[in-house]
């Protein structure tokens, strides 16, 4: 049973507008939340991270939102840059450190 | 050079074969994980080490095994290759004081 669901696969924006990217989890557990990036023929790249512990989490461009209550998170790109195109994924861990994955959601930002 | 390595980047083989993914890292991480990765599917944990003597299977580690031969190393077997093992494979470390894990290029494998 999957805990962790991204329940868009694919987002089409254009550049310079925002991303929003969604993820919910079913695992009251967990307690620490990522986003990772992945480009074709590469591993994916850990791009931003939020403890239970706080509801928004901001670096540059790319801000993390979490409402624990919905057990749900949201990535934010603003503005969004043609190499933001890429997949995402959404991660999630408890006391074990052990992660697991929503399925991603493949973004495509247009010129 | 890149933190975590993986070799071979791409490997076909046939049913039946032995087969041996490897991983090597320079981060100077304590702990090691192998993940499957399908079409349409998340990242699934097979095999992950918490140190060189500490072995623990994932979710999917039927038809796995695994040998932490250092701090630094850390190999996926398959000992008898099936064609629904065709994914890609991913390795990743960590430190024991963080829960980030960083991910090597992966490895393609078809199995045929």
């Known amino acids: 049973d999957q805990q962790v669901k991204q329940n868009s696969p694919s987002l089409s924006v254009q550049e310079g507008r925002i991303s929003i990217l969604n993820c919910d989890y079913t695992?009251?557990?967990?307690?620490?939340f990522l986003w990772y990036k992945k480009y074709p023929a590469e591993g994916p790249t850990f791009l931003i991270s939020i403890s239970s512990i706080k509801d928004k989490n901001e670096d540059g461009r790319f801000t993390v939102f979490l409402n624990k209550s919905a057990k749900h998170l949201s990535l934010h790109i603003v503005p969004s840059q043609p190499g933001d195109s890429a997949v995402y994924f959404c991660a999630a861990s408890s006391y074990d450190y052990k992660l697991s994955f929503g399925a991603g959601t493949t973004v495509t930002v247009r010129a | 050079d890149a933190d975590v390595t993986q070799t071979p980047r791409n490997r076909i083989t046939k049913t039946g074969k032995r087969i041996m993914l490897e991983c090597s890292q320079t981060?100077?991480?304590?702990?090691m994980y192998w993940y499957r990765q399908d079409p349409g599917l998340g990242l699934q944990l097979i095999y992950y080490?918490?140190?060189?003597?500490?072995?623990n299977k994932g979710e999917i580690s039927d038809g796995y095994s695994v040998s932490r031969q250092a701090q630094a190393k850390f190999s996926l077997s398959l000992e008898s290759a099936i064609p629904n093992q065709t994914a890609l494979y991913f390795c990743?470390?960590?430190?024991?004081?963080?829960?980030?894990?960083?991910f090597g290029p992966g490895t393609r494998l078809l199995v045929l």
């Open positions: 990743a470390t960590s430190d024991s004081s963080q829960e980030t894990q960083y």
């Open positions: 981060k100077g991480h304590d702990r």
């Open positions: 080490s918490f140190d060189v003597k500490d072995i």
């Open positions: 695992n009251s557990m967990f307690d620490y």
